[in-house]
C-alpha cells in the first residue's frame, strides 16, 4: 500500500506540522505494478505475494480483483508491506517504506511451483522471501527479470538479484557516478543479458553484451499531458519492457516500450491509476510520445 502526501516541494523543511491536500491511500509497490501494467498490455499474468488479514490487504486485493491479473496471494501474519510517498508540486517522489517481512518469512514451494512451470517468463521483485525461488527457476529454464530500485552496487541485499536476473532494471539514481561501472558488474558477474538504468526525464541507458563497454542513452518520451505523480512509473516502464521482449523484440525497441509507459504513468494521480494499453503503446513508441487511449 502506498500512501501519498502532497508537498510544494522535497525534500521538505522541518516544521511541527504541516497542511496538505488530501491524503490518498492507493494498491501499490513493485509486484503489484509490474502486474498490473503487463496485464493492460495483454499479457496472461499472474501475481504471488504476502498481503496481511488487515484494511490495506483488502484493499490490494479489491484493486487486482478489478484487472485481469490472476492473483494468489498467502496471509502475512506481519501485515501488508506499505509505504508513506512524499510526491511535490513537479511529481518527483520520496518514499518511507516499511517492507516489515521478517527474514525467515518463505513461500512455500507447493504454492509458487506451479505458477513457474506454466510461465514463459518471471519478474522477481526484491522481496528477500523472493531470491528463494532462483533454484527452481534455474532448474526449470525460466527466464527472469528484477528492479533493483535505487541500488548503489553495494548494498549486499540486492546483489543476488542482480547476478541470478536475465534482465536488470535499477534507477540512475542510486549509483550516481557510479552507474556505468555497476551496470558492467552486473554483466561481468551475473547472467543479464542486458541492465537498463532509468533516470526519469533523463531518459534511460542500456547496456548489453554486445554493445560495447558504455552504456548507451535513449531519451525519454514525452508524457502526453503535465507530470502529476510519479509513483509507479518504473513498474510502468519494466511492464512495456517485458511486453516487447516476450514478443521478440530487440532490446533497444524494448527500452523505448518502456519509455513510454513510463511517461504514460505519470500522468495521473496516485500509484498504478495510468495503465496503457497495447494500441497506445506501439503508437507511442513510433511517436516517442505516450499517447492517450490507455486504460
Known amino acids: 500500500m502506498d500512501t501519498v502526501v502532497r508537498v510544494d516541494a522535497l525534500p521538505v523543511p522541518y516544521a511541527d506540522s504541516y497542511g496538505v491536500p488530501p491524503i490518498r491511500e492507493w494498491a501499490g509497490h513493485t509486484g503489484t505494478g ?13 501475481f504471488l505475494d504476502f498481503v496481511g488479514d488487515d484494511p490495506q490487504g483488502a484493499l490490494v486485493r479489491e484493486r487486482l480483483a ?41 513461500m512455500p514451494p507447493e504454492h509458487y511451483l506451479p505458477h513457474l512451470r506454466r510461465a514463459r517468463h518471471v519478474h522477481l521483485s526484491i522481496m528477500h522471501f523472493a531470491r528463494f525461488l532462483y533454484d527452481d527457476l534455474a532448474a526449470l529454464g525460466v527466464p527472469v527479470s528484477t528492479d533493483l530500485h535505487d541500488w548503489d552496487g553495494l548494498t549486499d541485499h540486492h546483489r543476488e538479484f542482480a547476478l541470478r536476473s536475465d534482465l536488470v532494471f535499477l ?52 508524457p502526453p499531458g503535465p507530470v502529476v505523480d510519479s509513483n509507479g512509473a518504473g513498474d510502468a516502464f519494466a511492464s512495456g519492457f517485458l511486453y516487447g521482449r516476450l514478443a521478440g523484440r ?24 495510468a495503465l496503457i494499453d497495447a494500441p497506445a503503446l506501439e503508437r507511442g513508441q513510433e511517436e516517442g510520445v505516450a499517447v492517450t487511449g490507455a486504460r
Open 171 to 222: 534507477s540512475a539514481a542510486g549509483a550516481g557516478e557510479r552507474l556505468a561501472g555497476v551496470m558492467r558488474e552486473i554483466l561481468g558477474e551475473g547472467r543479464a543479458e542486458a541492465v537498463v538504468a532509468t533516470a526519469g526525464a533523463g531518459g534511460a541507458y542500456l547496456l548489453t553484451r554486445d554493445g560495447g563497454s558504455s552504456p548507451r542513452h535513449i531519451p525519454a518520451a514525452v
Open 34 to 46: 509490474v502486474a498490473l501494467g503487463c496485464a493492460a498490455l495483454g499479457l496472461a499474468t499472474g
Open 250 to 273: 530487440d532490446l533497444e525497441e524494448c527500452v523505448r516500450l518502456g519509455a513510454v509507459a513510463g511517461a504514460y504513468a505519470c500522468t495521473a494521480e496516485g500509484t498504478h491509476t
Open 66 to 106: 478489478g484487472s485481469t491479473v490472476r492473483f494468489h496471494p498467502l496471509v502475512s501474519p506481519y501485515g501488508t508491506r506499505r509505504a508513506v510517498n512524499l510526491v511535490d508540486a513537479a511529481g518527483r517522489r520520496s518514499s518511507f517504506y516499511d517492507g516489515r517481512d521478517p527474514l525467515d518469512l518463505r
